[in-house]
C-alpha cells in the first residue's frame, strides 16, 4: 500500500492525533500529570516514595513502583462497571514494565511508588496515553529517573502500517483486520514495552518500530515542554 492510504480522519500514516500535556494538575499527589491525544485523556498521580504496606512485601534492597490503572465508567460509549477487571490488570502491569528501567528505586530500600493512572476519555490508546502521563507525573514527584518513558501505539490496517490508532481503526475489518503494536520507550529509543495484538510479519517489524521511534520523540517534546511549562510557572 501506498502513502495515498485513506485513514478515518484523514491523518497521515504517520500523522499523530493532536496532543496536549499538562504536569502538576492534582494538587494533593506528590505528582500529577494529564496527556492528551485526540479524544484520549489520561490523567495520572504520583503518591510516595513511602514505607511499603503490607510490611511483609517491603524488599531491603530496593523500592517498588505499583500502577493502577483504571477507566472512568462513562469514558467509553458503553458504561464500564466499576471496579478491577482482567484489562485493568493487565494494564496496570505493562505500565509497571514499562517505567521500571528508568526508576532509580534502589535508593529507596523497603518503600513504594504508587502511580495511579485514571482514562477519563478512551478512544483507543489508552495504555500509551497512562504511559506518557505516570511518566511525566513520575519526573513531577522527583523520582530518580535515567530519563523519561515515551510510549505511542502503531497499527497495521490490512497491511497499511500507521501510527497512533483510533477505536474506528481497531475495529477496521477488511483484508488482514487490525493490528495494535503498542511500543514505550526511552528518548534515544530503549524499548522498555512491546505488545502484539494481531498479526505481523517480522520483516514488517523492524519498520513498526522505526515509526514507532520517530513518534516518539514527537511525544517526547510534548512531555519536555510540560515539564518545563511547570518549572517556569512555579512561584
Ligand atoms: O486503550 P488501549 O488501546 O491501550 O487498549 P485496548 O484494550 O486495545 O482498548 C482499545 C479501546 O477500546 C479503548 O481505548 C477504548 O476506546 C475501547 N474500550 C471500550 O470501549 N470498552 C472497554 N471495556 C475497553 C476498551
Known sequence: ?????K??????????RP???????????????MYQSGNTIAIAAVYGPKKMH???QQNPSTGQLRCNYNMLSFSVDERIR??????????SEVTKWALEPVLMLEE???????VFIYITQADAGTRCAGINAASMALAHAGIPMKNLITSISVGK???QLVVDLTKEEEDFHTGEGPTDIPVSMTPDGKITHLQLDGKIEVKQLQEVLDMAKKACQEVYKVQEKALKEFIGGED
Open 157 to 159: 490496517l490490512d497491511k
Open 7 to 16: 485513514r478515518p480522519d484523514g491523518r497521515g500514516i504517520e500523522e499523530l
Open 1 to 5: 500500500m501506498t502513502k495515498e492510504f
Open 82 to 91: 466499576p471496579g478491577r477487571n482482567k484489562r485493568a490488570m493487565e494494564i
Open 54 to 56: 503490607p510490611q511483609h
Open 108 to 114: 529507596f530500600p523497603n518503600q513504594v511508588v504508587d
Open 19 to 33: 496532543i496536549s500535556a499538562k504536569v502538576g494538575i492534582i494538587p494533593n499527589a506528590d505528582g500529577s500529570a
